[in-house]
């Protein structure tokens, strides 16, 4: 029984060659198209092995491939069974067709049998994109662009799969020109909620527009994704939401349909918050040659008295600080009479201070900034020392500290409020300016809180920035993020843009939720009275209601030839309509409904 059992167990090696010798091997599509037209591009073919073994996936297979010395004929076996496929299905637009680097540029001849295969099924080379798989490192870069070049003069066109993930895909943009790009799918799935991949995005994006290379982005499953990746200029893409690889139902989902039909654009993710946020000491790193323990004070005086912009020394042995020799406590050490004959001659630690201010690269701006605060003041003059896992890297000092966090201050006055950490004017204005090039439908809300200013005075900032903070939680609450936008204009004032049809629904729950929320801050007498006495501007004693929320709203329909600015002004308008009916009051300014502009008929 042993024996008939161990008859029947298959190596590894033999079940792979069985698979290939039998050419036991299917191919799957999957469409790619266009975010702005919904039309196929073309198709991605997709190798798969027997459904019931352990090569089902492409991945397994080329992997298994790869140890057995097998790569070569997996690879041809899997482009002819996806190029049949390919014509028997007699699908529409490119046939995107993954070959290794080292088919194209090896001396074994597997381009020219690439070719054949290609010649052989009648399949013109102006429709096949050439899309280079990465699973080790390209080197060879000469050899290459030969080979491309050889290529493109038949009409191949080429892409590089993977952008981002692999060894070289960077490296081989620069080198090849492809006319295609595909986006890792580690950084399209989740952009819409994920601002680093965002701006990773936009940057390829940018850079494919300056050289005339066209974006793909792979792996796209969610419509939020979709839309903000077509909001993006992404101009393609394919992804399970689109359609998943199959080798029959080969339609375009009516999910992604609906994502990309009609004018709504994309929400960018936390737009305008943190900015500045990730700066870390590495930005203020200055690559100053430490002093030792060896030093002589004399050679540390030589050292300040060739750089005048020098302020301090670090003192480092192998690597590790042991302190710092300021400017000024030197020359304080020497201005004594007979100190530098004395003491010239002597190691610097005799002025050193041996606890000075040490940092990780890191540690953030806002994190030094703080630590500086609380210590001892001589710090923030003297500067501080870098490091890296406990190795001196180098100094920072406090002049270029306090230079970076005013910049980002002054960066996040105008991209976000720091109290909310809500996008501030600047992307109030761009979210309206695309919104309006978008020709889409939108409602523009003007927030504001009446009877603010007494309530800070009386009650303090303190409690002033609760409210505020309430605010911002309230109005939040009652946007949906995929489609509406709430902006913090600046103290009390806030802006909302809906691009929900249930608009109206929502800013009354907004007020009827402020009102709630404000009454668990008063007291049971604060309620009874309904508001305080305080002080008018002259000084004359007044009763003043608690603050209560105007909510002023202007409707745009789309293709209005208004601009971000006629919309905001608007809104404004009628937020002030809006504060002058007493408690929590919402405003629709029906006169200045933004249309369309009428055609000019021609007499």
Same mark, same amino acid.
């Given at each position: ?9 298959? @190596? ?24 702005? @037209? ?241 700066? @870390? ?189 309430? @605010? ?132």
């Amino acid at each position: 029984m042993q024996k008939l059992i161990s008859a029947q167990v298959r @190596t590894p090696e033999e079940t792979l060659s069985d698979i290939l010798e039998r050419r036991a091997l299917s191919a799957v599509m999957q469409p790619v198209i266009s975010l702005t @037209t919904q039309e196929v591009l073309g198709y991605e073919g997709l190798v798969r092995g027997p459904a019931d073994g352990a090569f089902h996936g492409a991945g397994a297979l080329f992997a298994a491939a790869d140890e057995q010395g097998m790569r070569a004929h997996a690879e041809l076996l899997a482009q002819e069974v996806v190029v049949e496929k390919f014509v028997s299905g007699r699908l529409p637009g490119k046939l995107f067709l993954n070959v290794s680097p080292a088919t194209l540029a090896g001396h074994d001849g597997r381009g020219y049998l690439l070719l054949m295969q290609l010649r052989r099924l009648r399949v013109p080379a102006g429709r096949v994109v050439i899309e280079l798989t990465e699973n080790q490192p390209t080197t060879n870069f000469d050899l290459m662009r030969t080979a491309m070049a050889h290529f493109r003069s038949l009409g191949f066109e080429v892409a590089i799969d993977d952008l981002g993930e692999g060894f070289s895909s960077l490296r081989l943009w620069s080198e090849l020109h492809p006319e295609y790009v595909k986006l890792d799918m580690h950084f399209t799935q989740g952009i819409s909620q994920e601002p680093l991949k965002f701006e990773f995005v936009k940057a390829i994006q940018q850079i494919a527009n300056s050289c005339g290379t066209r974006v793909i982005a792979e792996g796209v499953e969610s419509a939020a994704d979709l839309r903000l990746l077509r909001d993006l200029g992404v101009p393609y893409a394919q992804g399970y939401i689109i359609a998943r690889p199959s080798a029959d139902a080969l339609s375009i989902s009516l999910e992604a349909r609906h994502a990309l039909a009609g004018s709504r654009i994309a929400v960018y993710p936390e737009l305008g918050r943190g900015v500045g946020r990730s700066a @870390t000491a590495r930005k203020l790193l200055l690559e100053i040659a430490p002093a030792t323990s060896q030093t002589t004070n004399e050679a540390a005086f030589a050292r300040f008295d060739a750089n005048t912009e020098l302020v301090s020394l670090p003192v480092v042995d192998d690597g590790r600080t042991i302190g710092l020799v300021s400017r000024s406590a030197l020359i304080d050490g020497f201005a004594r009479p007979y100190r530098r004959e004395l003491y010239g001659r002597r190691s610097c630690t005799m002025f050193m201070d041996e606890n000075p201010v040490v940092v990780d690269a890191d540690m953030t701006l806002q994190e030094i900034s703080t630590l500086l605060a609380e210590s001892d003041g001589r710090h923030l003059a003297n500067g501080f020392i870098i490091t890296h896992r406990g190795t001196y890297l180098g100094m920072g000092t406090g002049r270029d500290l306090i230079r970076e966090i005013t910049q980002m201050q002054m960066t996040a006055a105008r991209y976000a409020n720091p109290l909310t950490l809500l996008p501030g004017n600047v992307p109030i204005a761009e979210h309206l300016a695309r919104l309006l090039d978008s020709r889409g439908s939108f409602c523009a809300c003007h927030c504001d809180l009446d009877n603010f200013k007494p309530y800070n005075d009386v009650y303090g900032y303190h409690q002033g920035d609760a409210v505020i903070r309430l @605010t911002a939680e309230v109005l939040a609450a009652v946007c949906e993020p995929e489609s509406d936008f709430l902006g913090h204009i600046g103290g009390d004032d806030f802006f909302i843009v809906f691009q929900s049809v249930d608009w109206q629904a929502r800013c009354e729950r907004a007020l009827q939720a402020f009102g709630d929320r404000m009454e668990r801050l008063l007291t049971v007498e604060e309620r009874l009275a309904g508001g305080y006495m305080s002080e008018d501007r002259r000084g004359e004693p007044l009763f003043f209601s608690f603050p209560t929320l105007s909510i002023g709203v202007v409707v745009v329909d789309a293709a209005t030839s208004a601009t971000h600015i006629d919309i905001s002004t608007a809104a404004a308008d009628a937020k002030r309509h809006a504060k002058r009916v007493s408690g929590n009051s919402l405003f629709v300014d029906r006169r200045r409904v933004f249309r369309p502009q009428p055609a000019i008929r021609g007499i």
